[in-house]
């Protein structure tokens, strides 16, 4: 079965970064796009970034200009570098894949990680 673990976050001040990391593991089955999503306290979990095995990416309008979305296929490994720190940026941090950018963003899957918690406090 395919297995993601997540790892990087932490406690970071309004205005620092953090590069999360989401190792892949098991079968692929194909599927080559992937996407970062986190969900808030007491919110729904939504998609923050996602990029394909040709490097086409999306961005939630909330984190462009700020999120970078990157892969190392020879590592099996998905980054997200996260500049520019908010508040609203806190959350758990879950990476996940599919067959397509659409499927990503519709975000329905069997399985998830545990995630990597992100806080951003002063």
């Known amino acids: 079965q395919r297995q993601f673990v997540e790892s990087g976050g932490g406690l970071v001040q309004p205005g620092g970064s953090l590069r999360l990391s989401c190792a892949a593991s098991g079968s692929t089955f194909s599927r080559d796009a992937f996407g970062w999503y986190r969900q808030a306290p007491g919110k729904r979990r939504e998609l923050v970034a996602a990029i394909t095995s040709g490097g086409y990416t999306e961005y939630a309008d909330s984190v462009k200009g700020r999120f970078t979305i990157s892969r190392d296929n020879a590592k099996n490994t998905v980054y997200l570098q996260m500049n520019s720190l908010k508040i609203e940026d806190t959350g758990v941090y879950y990476c996940?894949?599919?067959?397509?950018?659409?499927?990503?963003?519709?975000?329905?899957?069997?399985?998830w990680g545990q995630g990597t918690q992100v806080t951003v406090s002063s």
């Open positions: 996940n894949e599919d067959l397509s950018i659409e499927a990503i963003v519709a975000g329905n899957f069997r399985s």
